[in-house]
T-cell receptor, first 113, second 114 residues
Framework: AQSVTQLGSHVSVSEGALVLLRCNYS??????LFWYVQYPNQGLQLLLK??????LVKGINGFEAEFKKSETSFHLTKPSAHMSDAAEYFC???????????FGTGTSLTVIP | DTGVSQDPRHKITKRGQNVTFRCDPI?????LYWYRQTLGQGPEFLTY????????KSRLLSDRFSAERPKGSFSTLEIQRTEQGDSAMYLC????????????FGEGSRLTVL
């Protein structure tokens, strides 16, 4: 069975500072990994995904994440935070068949001007 | 690609009433998922369809919840005899079966049970 743990339910950074949101997963098979962003009263929007190949994946809005199998991690980073990055971020894992997706409890990102 | 559409966006009802939500997935997507999200939590799986077949249903899902996708296109989620604990955002998502496709989410239907 797959599961996802997001460390830190709330993260605050200053505008222009590095954003680091942590995600660890457990999976008995090679996983597919995703980061989604959610703005208030909206659905989830895909930021980036890892399926196979290069372990460093780039997404929209300057975000990237690195799949580290040895650490079972898929942390999300952005070099320089922008006010518009303030939102809820969810890490998700699916099995290789894509039948089922499991989400973490989310990290709320606040950007301080 | 018109995106996943959900209706209504907001529903306020009294305890004991029945409510129904509709989801229109992206047209070429044959997988359709329902999730429930409460404040401060991630989406919680409810059920999913491949075309018109309901392939999996969460064991945590009460018998008061039922979902259909009669023609393999739109889907409905009905909650009977609503309870205050049913208050949540109900999210619909769709994807293609093949490949490594991600879920595409609708904007959600927020239910408030008084």
């Amino acid at each position: 069975a797959q599961s996802v743990t997001q460390l830190g339910s709330h993260v605050s950074v200053s505008e222009g500072a590095l954003v680091l949101l942590r995600c660890n997963y457990s999976s008995s098979v090679p996983p597919y990994l995703f980061w989604y962003v959610q703005y208030p009263n909206q659905g989830l929007q895909l930021l980036l995904k890892y399926t196979t190949g290069a372990t460093l994946v780039k997404g929209i809005n300057g975000f990237e994440a690195e799949f580290k199998k040895s650490e079972t991690s898929f942390h999300l980073t952005k070099p320089s935070a922008h006010m518009s990055d303030a939102a809820e971020y969810f890490c998700a894992v699916s099995d290789s068949f894509g039948n089922q997706f499991y989400f973490g409890t989310g990290t709320s990102l606040t950007v301080i001007p | 690609d018109t995106g996943v559409s959900q209706d209504p966006r907001h529903k306020i009802t009294k305890r004991g009433q029945n409510v129904t939500f509709r989801c229109d997935p992206i047209s070429e997507h044959n997988r359709l998922y329902w999730y429930r999200q409460t404040l401060g939590q991630g989406p919680e799986f409810l059920t999913y369809f491949q075309n018109e077949a309901q392939l999996e249903k969460s064991r945590l899902l009460s018998d008061r919840f039922s979902a259909e996708r009669p023609k393999g296109s739109f889907s409905t989620l009905e909650i009977q005899r609503t309870e205050q604990g049913d208050s949540a955002m109900y999210l619909c998502a769709s994807r293609k079966t093949s490949g490594t496709g991600e879920l595409f989410f609708g904007e959600g239907s927020r239910l408030t049970v008084l």
